[in-house]
């Protein structure tokens, strides 16, 4: 019989494999709905590590970014991050509930930014949060989901935009040069 240890690291192998999908799409709303199919995932994994705080959290996100598939609105952003802290002090075990909640706002914010670039962006920094969180969980499979996550992102990314992550794009800062015309061209 497989220890609840090993049921975990299971089921975050397949929210891994969704999260590797969901930044290889470029439409926002598949992007989405891959990630809320895997925080379903990746909350169970928690939830089975005993790590209440953060299977609340992402139960949440789950939710919220389902929400955020179809409404983009500050007013439910706030509604999300006053949930996501409700949820950490109801479920409170510490300095992990701190670096989950961190993960939480920064990726909510995230789910409710109207350009895929934004979302991809303020994704990168909650994923940071809950890199660290899995390593400090002593989970190997969710510290790798996060760490290919990342890269996954940014390829992504550079795929739909360009090297230059933090700017506007493949063309950003770069013009057109005109050529003068040469003489024999001209004769």
Wanted: net charge positive; charged share 15%; aromatic share 12%.
């Amino acid at each position: 019989m497989m220890s609840l240890f090993l049921w975990s690291q299971l089921v975050v192998s397949l929210a891994l494999l969704l999260d590797l999908l969901s930044f290889q799409l470029r439409d926002r709303r598949r992007i989405l709905a891959c990630l809320a199919l895997s925080c379903t995932l990746n909350a169970g994994h928690f939830a089975l590590l005993g790590q209440w705080s953060a299977a609340c959290l992402l139960l949440l996100a789950s939710v919220r970014f389902l929400v955020s598939i179809w409404l983009v609105r500050r007013i439910l952003m706030w509604f999300f991050m006053g949930l996501a802290c409700a949820a950490t002090l109801a479920t409170y075990q510490g300095l992990l509930s701190w670096i989950g909640l961190l993960a939480s706002l920064l990726q909510t914010w995230a789910a409710f930014c109207p350009d895929d670039r934004q979302l991809r962006r303020w994704m990168l920094l909650g994923t940071l949060c809950w890199f660290g969180n899995n390593l400090l969980v002593g989970s190997p499979v969710a510290a790798l989901m996060e760490g290919l996550f990342l890269v996954s992102n940014m390829v992504g990314y550079y795929r739909h935009y360009g090297f230059n992550y933090w700017g506007r794009g493949r063309h950003s800062g770069r013009r057109k040069r005109r050529v003068p015309p040469s003489d024999r061209a001209s004769s």
